[in-house]
């Protein structure tokens, strides 16, 4: 069955980074576009951005465009988001994304807290 695990999440100050992980089984990895959404507390869950299948197609929601970088690792079926030059606004539990034959599947997500 599909499973998507996210990890690296956790407590940064306002200006640091941080990178997250998901690591994916149970489908075709290396031909399925791969998604981070984000949800803060209170709010819908937006898309943060999306990476192609071989990792030269990236789009990202337009207020995030130069601070955070979707990249994937094929090899190691696991999909990265770095985010940089953190604000207390990126505040929100991170989930990865894979959308299989018209279904989406989720991981359990990943804390980030930006806190001074």
């Known amino acids: 069955q599909v499973q998507l695990v996210e990890s690296g999440g956790g407590l940064v100050q306002p200006g640091e980074s941080l990178r997250l992980s998901c690591t994916a089984s149970?489908?075709?990895?290396?031909?399925?576009?791969m998604r981070w959404y984000r949800q803060a507390p209170g709010k819908e869950r937006e898309l943060v951005g999306t990476?192609?299948?071989?990792?030269?197609?990236?789009d990202y929601r337009d207020s995030l465009k130069g601070r955070f970088t979707i990249s994937r690792d094929n090899a190691k079926n696991t999909v990265y988001l770095q985010m940089n030059a953190m604000n207390t606004e990126d505040t929100a539990m991170y989930y990865c994304?894979?959308?299989?034959?018209?279904?989406?599947?989720w991981g359990q997500g990943t804390q980030v807290t930006v806190s001074s």
């Open positions: 994304n894979a959308r299989i034959r018209g279904i989406h599947n």
């Open positions: 149970g489908f075709p990895f290396n031909e399925t576009g």
């Open positions: 990476i192609g299948p071989d990792g030269t197609y990236t």
